[in-house]
């Protein structure tokens, strides 16, 4: 199972940012889709996930902020991230789980300037 990544980089507070993760080598609509970050000298933390059936769990300190969204066609998650903070700076990690089993991806970074 492989995921790639993409879509980070500098943006401005107050901006936005899409990242996606595309999956290959497994069935992705059966797993919970993730994004995990960590930024330096921090633990990773969830940000959101989102269930094989659509239901989703958001961090307290992204709610109303970013939005998790998949299309299990294209085995593609996707992370909006509006009104984007200077704490929002982190490497970002898509992530898949199910059936005891957790595959990442390899990070992207996101910088939000002030």
């Known amino acids: 199972v492989q995921l790639q990544a993409s879509g980070g980089g500098l943006v401005q507070a107050g901006g936005s940012r899409r990242l996606s993760c595309t999956a290959s080598?497994?069935?992705?609509?059966?797993?919970?889709m993730g994004w995990y970050r960590q930024a330096l000298g921090k633990q990773r933390e969830l940000v959101p996930h989102m269930r094989a059936g659509g239901s989703t769990l958001y961090a307290d300190s992204v709610k109303g902020r970013f939005t998790i969204s998949r299309d299990n066609a294209k085995a593609t998650g996707f992370l909006q991230m509006n009104s984007l903070k200077p704490a929002d700076t982190a490497v970002y990690f898509c992530n898949l789980e199910a059936f005891g089993r957790a595959y990442w991806g390899q990070g992207t970074l996101v910088t939000v300037s002030s």
């Open positions: 080598g497994t069935d992705f609509r059966f797993y919970t």
